[in-house]
């Protein structure tokens, strides 16, 4: 059985600063869909102050889980974690990193990024990769803010099991740029499609 977690923070009220940081499981088991249930949840003023009483519980369970399985009536079922996702912010968080518009914020390799336009892009494509083992000795410490209890997991790779968050990379980030450049041209002007083609795409 797979399992996979995400964990994020949700505003609760537009006039206060009150917000939940749910950690939700989601179990994958053949074809059944299961929906996502939470496993814990902070609530608070703020992010969580300490990351480490946050997650160590979580933490505790889920190891005794992989190493044990889990024993339902007649039924052992052996637990392995899929992947933890996260939007960006988050999982600089939950990660002890710098954040995406830092210097040394690829989560993926270890090259320095550039500032180009007031913004952190990453030039070079064949970098040499971050690793999970270079990520838990901290090998490149300018890519770390403080220590992750995430490293504590067991069998689980940090670089490739905590994923980048398609939504938030292609559907409002890359994609968001691609409809606003062919519907209102800005300084791609020449890649702005016409009335026909808009309708076309809208339809």
Known sequence: MQVSFNIDGIPLFNSSNKQFWPILCRVHLN???I????????YG???????????????KEIN???????QINEFRFEIRVMCITCDAPARSYVKGIKGHNAYFGCETCIQKGVNLNRRIIYIETNSHPRTHQNFV????????LF???LKNMLNIDLIKQVTLDYMHLCCLGVMRKLL????KGGNMEAVRLS?????????
């Open 64 to 70: 005794q889980l992989t190493s044990e399985g889990l």
């Open 45 to 59: 003023d703020s992010k969580p102050f300490s990351i480490f009483e946050y997650l160590n519980e979580f933490i």
């Open 31 to 33: 074809q059944v869909k």
């Open 195 to 203: 009335v026909s083609l808009r309708l076309r795409l809208s339809n």
């Open 180 to 183: 606003n450049y062919w519907y």
């Open 35 to 42: 929906k996502p249930f939470p496993v814990a949840l902070f």
């Open 137 to 144: 000795s901290k090998e490149y410490p300018a890519h770390h």
């Open 147 to 149: 220590d992750t209890p």
